[in-house]
């Protein structure tokens, strides 16, 4: 027996995973923005984050995991460019590994019936595809979209010119998945005409016959001048010979203007309100191009008074297409390479809720004011206008949360100073598989989060003694259950059958990687070789939990 054997992508350090910590998000009220008049309908939790991505995704997991309707992301293409706003040119197994970590978490925050779209061009899309492929399945591949990005043809490119980029498209689940029709348009409405005067009006002509033998669709077809007609070889007719009997007798199958020619099924304008089943070819006038997104990052960088420009923005209309396309109103639209913000300033004007991470400073310099002008409705460039864009809602801004360990003088790991009680209770809830809700009554004072409806979770960082975990278990009851987490306890504490009791740090330090900030692209951030391995931490047991003078207990 052979051992059986797969098909896949394979690179040096495909092996190795970060061991990521699940970090908490921390609001900055003075970035946050919402419209000074609310409207009903308006949404006002929408997300920016700005920090590292791949660590501002796993902060989403445990909130989000299963909820996020449709995901874009327009990720450094490493093409070897030197971008002004990413060091975009890296080795390539590196930028595999960058993109299969965040792929991975991609997949679990997409909801069953949720898409991803990815823009990239010919240097990775291939390999991509095939790494996708192995993540999400190859039967939840759904197209390669062939987006128009230029009408510019380089006369110096040395074989050919590049015209397209493209548009990797992936279901969670196919099976489930629906993706709303097209929208009408004047370019689509001038296709139809009304070639036999018909009282409906205008209809398009459409094709009766279909691939595959059927024996049962296999009739013959007599035309209104005589002519016997069998389907084209290799061919079927695609109804059966009552339903067609039936279209001839309500005048929807067209012979010719002599009666004799190949039928077709006649497609009425005025039927056509659902729109159309969108297509793989997305051209400039479909989706916008290159010199419109950078006609329409300089005009909002001289409104929101930005010094300089994006210099790789994508068009509106682009996110516009794949929006509408994939999501309705109040779907979640997440994009983790928010890049000058076009998804969430897009998502925002067509009425989605939106998440989007961005890592450089110009979350600040772009992100921020961008999306202030959205909120105020003085943004009326890109869709806008086609959307009748009025303003309102609101966001919300975050930063990640530093790592919660780290070592101090004499490397022993200790509650970072930055952490306050509150934040520490959320981080370990997060650790732990816990959701963060701390009670408001003082005779739950036990009670910082859940993970049933009899389970919960008590955060402290004093060393609890033999009596104070007995009162803590009369207050809990029989019926409930808690996790404490504290600094030490007492021996014996740990007999209460309602209790389960752990020390921090020692009871996460293992979990996950602690005090690494970025997993942007850089050699020196890749995962560490199994020789390379730092040694193991020394235990803290006993040892102060939170570092410096200034620590909160």
């Known amino acids: 027996m052979t051992k059986k054997t797969k098909l896949e992508l394979t690179w040096p350090g495909k092996d190795e995973r970060p061991k990521l910590e699940p970090r908490i998000l921390i609001e900055n009220p003075d970035k946050s923005y919402h419209a000074k008049v609310r409207r009903e309908?308006?949404?006002?939790?929408?997300?920016?984050?700005?920090?590292?991505?791949?660590?501002?995704?796993?902060?989403?997991?445990?909130?989000?995991?299963?909820?996020?309707?449709?995901?874009?992301?327009?990720?450094?293409?490493?093409?070897?460019?030197?971008?002004?706003?990413?060091?975009?040119?890296?080795?390539?197994?590196?930028?595999?590994?960058?993109?299969?970590?965040?792929?991975?978490?991609?997949?679990?925050?997409?909801?069953?019936?949720?898409?991803?779209?990815?823009?990239?061009?010919?240097?990775?899309?291939?390999?991509?595809?095939?790494?996708?492929?192995?993540?999400?399945?190859?039967?939840?591949?759904?197209?390669?979209?062939?987006?128009?990005?230029?009408?510019?043809?380089?006369?110096?490119?040395?074989?050919?010119?590049?015209?397209?980029d493209h548009v990797l498209i992936?279901?969670?689940?196919?099976?489930?998945?629906v993706f709303n029709r097209v929208a009408n348009d004047e370019k689509q409405r001038a296709t139809y005409t009304n070639r036999d005067n018909d009282p409906r009006g205008d209809w398009l002509a459409v094709p009766i016959h279909a691939p595959n033998l059927r024996a049962n669709l296999e009739y013959e077809i007599i035309t209104p001048g005589g002519r016997v007609l069998t389907p084209p070889s290799g061919r079927h007719w695609a109804t059966t010979k009552e339903k067609f009997e039936e279209l001839v007798r309500d005048n929807r199958i067209y012979f010719g203007r002599d009666g004799n020619g190949m039928p077709q099924r006649k497609k009425f304008w005025a039927e056509n309100e659902q729109g159309l089943v969108g297509w793989t070819w997305w051209s400039y006038q479909d989706a916008g191009e290159n010199r419109e997104a950078n006609k329409e990052a300089k005009e909002l960088s001289s409104l929101a008074s930005i010094d300089n420009v994006f210099s790789t923005p994508k068009p509106e209309k682009l996110l516009k297409r794949i929006i509408e396309t994939a999501t309705l109103p109040g779907d979640i639209v997440l994009d983790s390479f928010s890049g000058s913000g076009t998804t969430g300033a897009v998502a925002h004007k067509m009425g989605r809720r939106w998440i989007m991470v961005e890592i450089g400073e110009h979350a600040d310099t772009h992100v921020l004011p961008r999306l202030q002008k959205v909120i105020d409705g003085t943004d009326q460039g890109g869709i806008s206008k086609a959307v009748d864009w009025k303003g309102g809602g609101g966001f919300r801004y975050f930063t990640l949360a530093p790592s919660l360990l780290s070592q101090d003088k004499y490397g022993n790991w200790v509650i970072a100073k930055d952490y306050n009680p509150a934040m520490l209770a959320e981080a370990m809830c997060k650790h732990m598989g816990f959701t963060y809700a701390p009670s408001s009554d003082p005779q739950e004072y036990w009670l910082h989060g859940s993970s049933t409806e009899t389970d919960f979770i008590y955060v402290t960082t004093q060393s609890l003694t033999y009596d104070a975990c007995a009162k803590i278990s009369h207050d809990v009851g029989p019926d409930r259950s808690l996790l404490i987490c504290c600094k030490a306890y007492d021996e014996?504490?740990?007999?209460?059958?309602?209790?389960?009791?752990?020390?921090?740090?020692?009871?996460?330090?293992?979990?996950?990687?602690?005090?690494r900030d970025d997993y942007s692209l850089n050699i020196q951030n890749l995962p560490m070789a199994e020789d390379e391995a730092p040694e193991e931490a020394p235990s803290t047991d006993g040892l102060p939990l939170f570092g410096g003078e200034n620590a909160n207990g």
């Open 41 to 164: 309908g308006d949404i006002f939790d929408n997300m920016l984050i700005k920090g590292d991505n791949l660590l501002a995704l796993k902060a989403l997991e445990q909130d989000f995991s299963g909820k996020v309707k449709c995901v874009f992301i327009d990720p450094p293409y490493n093409t070897g460019s030197a971008f002004e706003h990413y060091d975009d040119g890296l080795e390539h197994s590196i930028w595999l590994s960058f993109m299969r970590d965040r792929l991975d978490i991609l997949k679990r925050l997409l909801s069953d019936d949720g898409s991803l779209w990815i823009t990239i061009d010919d240097n990775e899309a291939h390999y991509l595809k095939v790494m996708c492929d192995e993540i999400f399945g190859r039967s939840n591949f759904v197209a390669n979209v062939v987006w128009q990005k230029t009408l510019t043809r380089r006369n110096d490119a040395r074989l050919l010119s590049n015209a397209h």
């Open 170 to 177: 992936y279901a969670k689940n196919a099976d489930i998945a």
């Open 492 to 515: 014996g504490a740990d007999a209460f059958e309602n209790l389960t009791m752990v020390k921090i740090p020692t009871s996460i330090l293992q979990k996950c990687e602690w005090g």
